[in-house]
C-alpha cells in the first residue's frame, strides 16, 4: 500500500467524493483503486464560511510501484510506513526470577505494565489509590459533600490523573517507531471508539476511559501481571554494586513490607509530593523544572463554537470547538492556553487544605460551558530558585490560599473577568455558571496568584478577546488556582532509560517531567518498558 496525505474536501461532501478524489490525485481510473483506509482526519477552519476536511489514507492499486515512480520526491504520495509494534524482547521460556515493579497505574504505567506483561515479564503494578470504580465514588464524595480522600481523588488511583481529563489522545512528541499508534490499538481493543484511530484530536472522556483501564487491567491480570492497590512506596533501599554505584535492591511499602525489586519503572503522577520528597532525601538526582500557574477559565461552549466555525458551529463532524492561544506579555511572562476542554467542567483538588484545579469533560464533550487553562510560564531560577524541590512549595503555598480564598471549604475561589480586569472583587455572577464542584466562591483572585501572574493574564485576556469573539466577556468566570500544568520536578535518567544515579530504577511520564498527557505519557512507558526488558538479567 502507499500513503496519500494532503486531501482535501468540503465539509459536507459525500461518500464517493474521498475515493474520486484519491483517483484525480493519482491520476488513475476507478477499478484501479483496490482499497483505501482513512489514516487521519483533520479540520481546516481558517476560512469559516468553508470549512475543508483534510485526509490522509492509505490505499491500494492496481500497480503502486508504478504510481511512486510516477510521483518520487513528492511527500505526499509515499511508500505506507510500517505503524505495527514490534517487541524488543521476550522473557525467555520457563523464565522466574524477580518481576519488573512498575510504581504508579496512570496512563505511563499502565502501559509499562501491558507492555511487559505482554512480553511475558509479569509485572507487579503498585498504586497508592483505588481501582476505578472505588476511585470515582471517592471523587464524587469530594464533589458532593466536600470529604477529601488524600490517596483517591482527581489525581490518584487506577487510571491516574488522565481518567479525570477530557481524554486528549494527541501530542506532539517525534514518534518515529509510531508508539502512539499502539497506544491508541491497545485502546480500541480496550472499548475506546474506533474513530480515535484516525480523527486528528481524538478523545475519549472520563466514563468510557474508566471502562477501558478496567478493561486492560484485566488482560494484564490474564498475561501473569499483577495490581496491588492502596500500596504506597514510602523508602527506597540501595546498596553498593560492584562498580561502586549505588542500585535499587527493593521498595519498603506504606504496611511496613519490603519488596525486593531489581529493576522498578517509577511512574508516579506530577502530584505524587511525597515520593519526590523520599526520592531527594534518598539522595536521588532530581532537578526543578518549569511550569505554570494561573487559573481555569470557562465559556459557554456555543460562544467559542460560534467563534471558530461560524455557520457551521454544531457540526457533528466538527463537534465542540476547541482552541489554542498564546501572548508574550511586556513583563516577559509568556500567557497561553493550556489543556482546553470542550464541553466539559472544571475539577481537581488532591490535598488537604489546598485547592488546585483542573479540566475533564466526558466523549460527548456535551457539557455546556468551555474550559481552559489560562496560565502564565514560570522559571525555577527566577520563581523558585532554592533547591530541586521548592518548585512544590510554590504550588502548595498559592493552593493553600486558594483553598482560604475560597472559603476553607474545598470552594474554589472565582472571579468574573470584567472584574478582574478592574481590579475589584466579583460578588455574583453573570451569563456564565461556573462548573467546579462543590462550589465556586466569587472573591478577588489576586488573593492567590503572584503579581506577575495577574499583571502577564490582564495584558493577554483583551489581545485573546480580539482573537476569539467574546473570550474577554465581563461575565466570563476563572476559577483559581492551576498550577499543575506539569511537574515540578525532572528525575534526570541516561539513555539507557535508568536514573543518573541509581541503577534500575527506570524514571519515567509526567511525574518525572519526561512527558505531558495521556499519549505522551503512554508513548513514555512503552519506551521504559523496552529499556527494561533489554537490561532484565534474563535477557
Same mark, same amino acid.
Given at each position: 500500500?502507499?500513503?496519500?496525505?494532503?486531501?482535501?474536501?468540503?465539509?459536507?461532501?459525500?461518500?464517493?467524493?474521498?475515493?474520486?478524489?484519491?483517483?484525480?490525485?493519482?491520476?488513475?481510473?476507478?477499478?484501479?483503486?483496490?482499497?483505501?483506509?482513512?489514516?487521519?482526519? *483533520?479540520?481546516?477552519?481558517?476560512?469559516?464560511?468553508?470549512?475543508?476536511?483534510?485526509?490522509?489514507?492509505?490505499?491500494?492499486?492496481?500497480?503502486?510501484?508504478?504510481?511512486?515512480? +510516477?510521483?518520487?520526491?513528492?511527500?505526499?504520495?509515499?511508500?505506507?510506513?510500517?505503524?505495527?509494534?514490534?517487541?524488543?524482547?521476550?522473557?525467555?521460556?520457563?523464565?522466574?526470577?524477580?518481576?519488573?515493579?512498575?510504581?504508579?497505574?496512570?496512563?505511563?504505567?499502565?502501559?509499562?505494565?501491558?507492555?511487559?506483561? +505482554?512480553?511475558?515479564?509479569?509485572?507487579? =503494578?503498585?498504586?497508592?489509590?483505588?481501582?476505578?470504580?472505588?476511585?470515582?465514588?471517592?471523587?464524587?464524595?469530594?464533589?458532593?459533600?466536600?470529604?477529601?480522600?488524600?490517596?483517591?481523588?482527581v489525581q490518584f488511583g487506577e487510571g491516574g490523573a488522565?481518567?479525570?481529563?477530557?481524554?486528549?489522545?494527541?501530542?506532539?512528541?517525534?514518534?518515529?517507531?509510531?508508539?502512539?499508534?499502539?497506544?491508541?490499538?491497545?485502546?480500541?481493543?480496550?472499548?475506546?471508539?474506533?474513530? =480515535?484511530?484516525?480523527?486528528?484530536?481524538?478523545?475519549?472522556?472520563?466514563?468510557?476511559?474508566?471502562?477501558?483501564?478496567? @478493561?486492560?487491567?484485566?488482560?494484564?491480570?490474564?498475561?501473569?501481571?499483577?495490581?496491588?492497590? +492502596?500500596?504506597?512506596?514510602?523508602?527506597?533501599?540501595?546498596?553498593?554494586?560492584?562498580?561502586?554505584?549505588?542500585?535499587?535492591?527493593?521498595?519498603?511499602? +506504606?504496611?511496613?513490607?519490603?519488596?525486593?525489586?531489581?529493576?522498578?519503572?517509577?511512574?508516579?503522577?506530577?502530584?505524587?509530593?511525597?515520593?519526590?520528597?523520599?526520592?531527594?532525601?534518598?539522595?536521588?538526582?532530581?532537578?526543578?523544572?518549569?511550569?505554570?500557574?494561573?487559573?481555569?477559565?470557562?465559556?459557554?461552549?456555543?460562544?467559542?463554537?460560534?467563534?471558530?466555525?461560524?455557520?457551521?458551529?454544531?457540526?457533528?463532524?466538527?463537534?465542540?470547538?476547541?482552541?489554542?492561544?498564546?501572548?508574550?506579555? @511586556?513583563?516577559?511572562?509568556?500567557?497561553?492556553?493550556?489543556?482546553?476542554?470542550?464541553?466539559?467542567?472544571?475539577?481537581?483538588?488532591?490535598?488537604?487544605?489546598?485547592?488546585?484545579?483542573?479540566?475533564?469533560?466526558?466523549?460527548?464533550?456535551?457539557?455546556?460551558?468551555?474550559?481552559?487553562?489560562?496560565?502564565?510560564?514560570i522559571e525555577p531560577a527566577r520563581d523558585y530558585p532554592?533547591?530541586?524541590?521548592?518548585?512544590?512549595?510554590?504550588?502548595?503555598?498559592?493552593?493553600?490560599?486558594?483553598?482560604?480564598?475560597?472559603?476553607?471549604?474545598?470552594?474554589?475561589?472565582?472571579?468574573?473577568?470584567?472584574?478582574?480586569?478592574?481590579?475589584?472583587?466579583?460578588?455574583?455572577?453573570?451569563?456564565?455558571?461556573? %462548573?467546579?464542584?462543590?462550589?465556586?466562591?466569587?472573591?478577588?483572585?489576586?488573593?492567590?496568584?503572584?503579581?506577575?501572574?495577574?499583571? *502577564?493574564?490582564?495584558?493577554?485576556?483583551?489581545?485573546?478577546?480580539?482573537? =476569539? *469573539?467574546?473570550?474577554?466577556?465581563?461575565?466570563?468566570?476563572?476559577? #483559581?488556582?492551576?498550577?499543575?500544568? %506539569?511537574?515540578?520536578?525532572?528525575?534526570?535518567?541516561?539513555?539507557?532509560?535508568?536514573?543518573l544515579n541509581v541503577a534500575r530504577l527506570f524514571p519515567?511520564?509526567?511525574?518525572?517531567?519526561?512527558?505531558?498527557?495521556?499519549?505522551?505519557?503512554?508513548?513514555?512507558?512503552?519506551?521504559?518498558?523496552?529499556?527494561?526488558?533489554?537490561?532484565?538479567? #534474563?535477557?
Amino acid at each position: 500500500m502507499l500513503r496519500l496525505s494532503g486531501l482535501t474536501l468540503p465539509l459536507d461532501h459525500d461518500a464517493q467524493a474521498l475515493p474520486a478524489a484519491i483517483c484525480a490525485r493519482l491520476g488513475i481510473v476507478r477499478d484501479d483503486l483496490r482499497e483505501y483506509e482513512i489514516v487521519r482526519r *483533520a479540520n481546516d477552519a481558517r476560512r469559516k464560511n468553508a470549512i475543508l476536511l483534510v485526509y490522509t489514507v492509505d490505499v491500494a492499486l492496481a500497480d503502486e510501484a508504478e504510481v511512486l515512480a +510516477q510521483f518520487a520526491g513528492n511527500h505526499e504520495v509515499r511508500p505506507r510506513p510500517d505503524t505495527d509494534y514490534h517487541f524488543v524482547a521476550r522473557a525467555p521460556e520457563g523464565w522466574s526470577g524477580l518481576r519488573p515493579v512498575v510504581v504508579g497505574a496512570g496512563p505511563c504505567g499502565l502501559f509499562a505494565g501491558l507492555i511487559l506483561a +505482554q512480553m511475558g515479564f509479569r509485572p507487579i =503494578i503498585l498504586d497508592r489509590g483505588k481501582i476505578v470504580r472505588e476511585r470515582t465514588k471517592d471523587t464524587w464524595g469530594l464533589w458532593r459533600r466536600s470529604q477529601l480522600n488524600p490517596d483517591s481523588n482527581v489525581q490518584f488511583g487506577e487510571g491516574g490523573a488522565g481518567t479525570f481529563s477530557d481524554g486528549k489522545l494527541y501530542c506532539r512528541v517525534k514518534d518515529p517507531r509510531f508508539l502512539g499508534r499502539k497506544v491508541l490499538e491497545e485502546f480500541v481493543r480496550a472499548g475506546a471508539p474506533d474513530d =480515535i484511530l484516525f480523527e486528528a484530536h481524538p478523545h475519549i472522556g472520563t466514563f468510557r476511559l474508566v471502562t477501558m483501564v478496567e @478493561s486492560m487491567r484485566r488482560t494484564i491480570e490474564g498475561l501473569g501481571g499483577e495490581y496491588r492497590w +492502596q500500596t504506597r512506596v514510602d523508602e527506597l533501599e540501595l546498596e553498593r554494586g560492584p562498580d561502586g554505584h549505588q542500585r535499587l535492591r527493593g521498595l519498603h511499602l +506504606q504496611d511496613g513490607s519490603f519488596l525486593e525489586a531489581d529493576q522498578v519503572v517509577l511512574a508516579v503522577g506530577h502530584s505524587a509530593r511525597p515520593t519526590f520528597e523520599m526520592l531527594h532525601r534518598r539522595g536521588v538526582h532530581i532537578e526543578a523544572k518549569p511550569f505554570s500557574i494561573g487559573v481555569r477559565i470557562e465559556h459557554p461552549q456555543s460562544w467559542i463554537d460560534e467563534a471558530r466555525y461560524g455557520k457551521f458551529a454544531g457540526h457533528p463532524i466538527l463537534g465542540a470547538a476547541a482552541y489554542s492561544l498564546t501572548h508574550h506579555a @511586556s513583563n516577559g511572562r509568556a500567557v497561553y492556553s493550556f489543556c482546553m476542554c470542550p464541553g466539559g467542567r472544571v475539577v481537581a483538588t488532591s490535598e488537604p487544605g489546598r485547592v488546585v484545579t483542573n479540566g475533564m469533560s466526558q466523549y460527548s464533550r456535551a457539557e455546556f460551558n468551555a474550559n481552559s487553562g489560562l496560565v502564565v510560564a514560570i522559571e525555577p531560577a527566577r520563581d523558585y530558585p532554592d533547591g530541586p524541590l521548592a518548585g512544590i512549595a510554590f504550588q502548595r503555598h498559592w493552593e493553600a490560599l486558594a483553598y482560604r480564598a475560597g472559603g476553607s471549604s474545598y470552594a474554589a475561589p472565582g472571579q468574573k473577568v470584567g472584574d478582574f480586569l478592574a481590579g475589584r472583587p466579583s460578588t455574583e455572577l453573570g451569563a456564565v455558571t461556573p %462548573s467546579y464542584k462543590p462550589g465556586v466562591t466569587m472573591t478577588d483572585l489576586s488573593q492567590c496568584l503572584p503579581g506577575f501572574a495577574i499583571d *502577564a493574564m490582564r495584558e493577554a485576556l483583551p489581545v485573546f478577546g480580539r482573537q =476569539i *469573539a467574546r473570550y474577554d466577556h465581563p461575565d466570563v468566570v476563572m476559577t #483559581g488556582v492551576e498550577t499543575r500544568t %506539569s511537574s515540578p520536578v525532572r528525575i534526570t535518567r541516561g539513555k539507557d532509560f535508568q536514573s543518573l544515579n541509581v541503577a534500575r530504577l527506570f524514571p519515567e511520564g509526567e511525574g518525572a517531567g519526561y512527558a505531558g498527557g495521556i499519549l505522551s505519557a503512554a508513548i513514555d512507558g512503552i519506551k521504559k518498558a523496552g529499556g527494561v526488558a533489554n537490561s532484565h538479567p #534474563g535477557q
